[in-house]
């Protein structure tokens, strides 16, 4: 079991404590005995502790920033949503392959906002805008947001806050099993709580830091009796020797642990393991002993958002894949939906 994220060192931005939940955090963590500091902005934040870049980058990662979400302009979130939700950037876990390496940059600790009924007045105006049609926000675009929830609460009103509108959907996804304070949450429905799983091999050697495969089955039983609709993103889908044995234990043992009325309504999204240049080196910078193959040679070239090419599967092994993964689904979860591939 992973314990649940503590952090070591928490920023405050001055705003935050405008905000009934910057001054709760504030208080809670001043409770908990963790160093608080002030820093005007997140952006002013460069003495973090660590000696050279290998120690900064994972003291940031233990770091929590209370800041304020000042751009309530929301991202498009292609394809499993109409828009991205900003409540948490940055993530706890250390996933090899992660790209929040590049997006993050030289600011890999997290944030949480406070700032969170403006936030909710943003996603009612793009519903609003929208109506009647079903507006759905995807609410881990930046981080992995239950990961940090257990101290923030800001996910479990967000699925209340979507529980009581009529045209939005709200959907997340997740590495971590620390969901009990979610179990009680008024979703009715409306919100898709989805876990991301991988098979054995490579939760073991590149997702260190998160919950292991059974502990997220677990939270994911949890999580379909509370009666949340329920989903699985199988990413990043990595070929390795034998990787058709993994992902056919994967499955059994999802089969064997989720209940029957959870396999009705059940989504499956599948992304397979794709890496940019620039995502290249910055893996290598972070994690230098990764076994992660990032090999240009052996991958097809295809253009990415932002015009910066990606390296996927050759075209016969996306196929493969395909083929494998999407047989192993319709046998064992014949009435659910995959809604991807990419
Ligand atoms: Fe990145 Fe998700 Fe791993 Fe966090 S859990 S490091 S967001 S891949």
Sequence with gaps: MVKPFVPQL?????????????????????GMGIEIRETTSHNHIRNLPGDNHF?????????????????????????????????????????HYCYLQTTMGSKPYIRTYVNTDEIFDAAAAYM?????????????????????????????????????????????????????????????GRTRFRFSINDDYVIKYFEP?????????????????????????????YLH?????????????????LPRFAKRDL??????????????R?????????????DESKRKWKWGRYGIGKYVYTSEEQEDIKDTLGNYIHQYFPESKIEYFT
């Design 55 to 95: 120690q900064k980058y994972r003291n940031a990662k233990s770091t929590l920033v209370v800041g304020v979400r000042k751009t309530l302009k929301f991202d498009t979130s292609k394809p499993s949503a109409e828009y991205a939700i900003p409540f948490a950037t940055g993530c706890m876990g250390h996933c």
């Design 128 to 188: 609003e805008e929208r109506a009647p049609e079903i507006t759905r926000f995807e609410a881990s675009c930046t981080s992995d947001i239950v990961g940090v929830d257990h101290l923030t609460h800001t996910l479990k009103k967000a699925i209340e806050f979507f529980g009581r509108s009529v045209y939005g959907r709200l959907r997340f996804v997740t590495k971590f099993e620390h969901v009990d304070h979610l179990l009680d949450a008024e979703h009715n």
């Design 282 to 294: 910055v893996i290598q910078e972070n994690y230098p002993m990764t076994k992660l193959e990032l």
């Design 209 to 237: 830091g998160t919950s292991r495969l059974n502990e997220r089955i677990n939270a994911a039983v949890k999580v379909a009796e509370a009666g949340y609709p329920l989903g699985f993103i199988v990413a990043p889908i």
């Design 10 to 30: 928490i920023y405050v931005e001055p705003r935050a404590l405008e905000y009934p939940l910057g001054q709760k955090l504030v208080d809670k963590f001043w």
């Design 267 to 280: 989504t499956f999204e599948m992304i397979q393991h794709r890496f940019t240049k620039p995502a290249k």
């Design 241 to 257: 020797d034998d990787w058709k044995n993994g992902y056919h234990e994967m499955f059994e043992k999802l089969k064997d642990a």
